[in-house]
């Protein structure tokens, strides 16, 4: 963490700019497992000889943004969802893998709900 408040430091951050939150502990996304074929879809970018970064796409940006929305109900996770302009079949999926996190009925409610909320009432009827 020394280096993330380096960079914060340096560019202007905010010192909790990255949110190891969900990767950690036993109920963490990477021990829950990514969505299907991520590793595939990664986008790999060379900076120069010694540095490469592999940024998520869209599709896993749904489905991570979704989670992290429903569980928190935080309106900077919902917005970053709604600006990816997710289709049906993107939402459903992702609703879908979220309910294999958090398998509780009030999580799926509340999933349903979120859903009718920002117009895919019928996803929120199919899951």
Do not use: C
Request: proline share 2%; glycine share 10%.
């Amino acid at each position: 963490m020394k280096a993330a408040k380096e960079v914060a430091r340096d560019l202007g951050l905010a010192d909790d700019w990255i949110n190891n939150g969900p990767s950690s502990g036993e109920g963490g996304l990477f021990q829950l497992g990514l969505p299907e074929g991520f590793a595939d879809r990664l986008d790999e970018h060379a900076y120069g000889l010694r540095l490469t970064v592999y940024f998520i796409g869209r599709f896993d940006q749904i489905h991570f943004k979704l989670y992290a929305a429903v569980d928190r109900w935080d309106g900077t996770r919902l917005n970053d969802l709604l600006l990816l302009e997710p289709t049906e079949a993107e939402i459903e999926a992702a609703a879908r893998r979220t309910m294999t996190h958090d398998v509780s009925e009030g999580f799926r409610s509340m999933l349903k709900d979120m859903l009718r909320k920002i117009g895919y009432e019928s996803v929120a009827e199919r899951i």
